[in-house]
């Protein structure tokens, strides 16, 4: 029997090219998973951007015209996020952005745990200092600009402190 040394069947390791071919696959899913944290980020700022409290949402009906450049849905979210954190909602999209990229270039999927936790800690806190302190608000009238996160944090142990 004549063997050739191009092909050895022996030399052949299986576990190094399965081990190959999941590295490929995990990285091509971080960044795709990166891509989209990306997408929606940028969707978010652009509803963010284009927030016109005269659209339609939870309080006000479908039949005015929605100004938003996302139509209902970006309505929808602007106002979800601008009545319950208030301005710090364009620090979360800012965030998404950046979390997005940098998870398209390591492909660390600690990255979302990580960020994600940075969000909850800023979003209660700036919602909190932005009702304390930059109440009056002229787009955001029903919330102010700390929306109802802030609205609710003030009112509790907090505003015993500063009276």
Do not use: C, H, W
Request: glycine fraction near 6%; hydrophobic fraction near 50%.
């Amino acid at each position: 029997m004549i063997q050739s040394d191009i092909f050895d069947s022996s030399n052949m390791n299986i576990k190094k090219i399965v081990n190959t071919a999941l590295l490929f696959t995990v990285k091509r899913l971080m960044e795709i998973l990166g891509f989209v944290v990306l997408l929606l980020g940028i969707l978010l700022l652009i509803s963010l951007i284009s927030y016109s409290p005269n659209d339609p949402n939870f309080i006000f009906s479908d039949t005015i015209e929605i100004k938003n450049l996302l139509g209902f849905r970006g309505s929808f979210v602007s106002d979800l996020f601008f009545q319950s954190i208030g301005l710090i909602s364009y620090l979360v999209s800012i965030t998404l952005i950046i979390t997005g990229v940098n998870i398209f270039k390591t492909k660390d999927l600690f990255l979302i745990i990580e960020n994600f936790f940075y969000v909850v800690l800023y979003s209660i806190l700036g919602s909190l200092f932005l009702n304390f302190f930059y109440e009056d608000a002229f787009s955001l009238y029903i919330n102010g600009n700390g929306g109802f996160v802030g609205n609710y944090l003030s009112k509790t142990f907090l505003e015993d402190l500063y009276y």
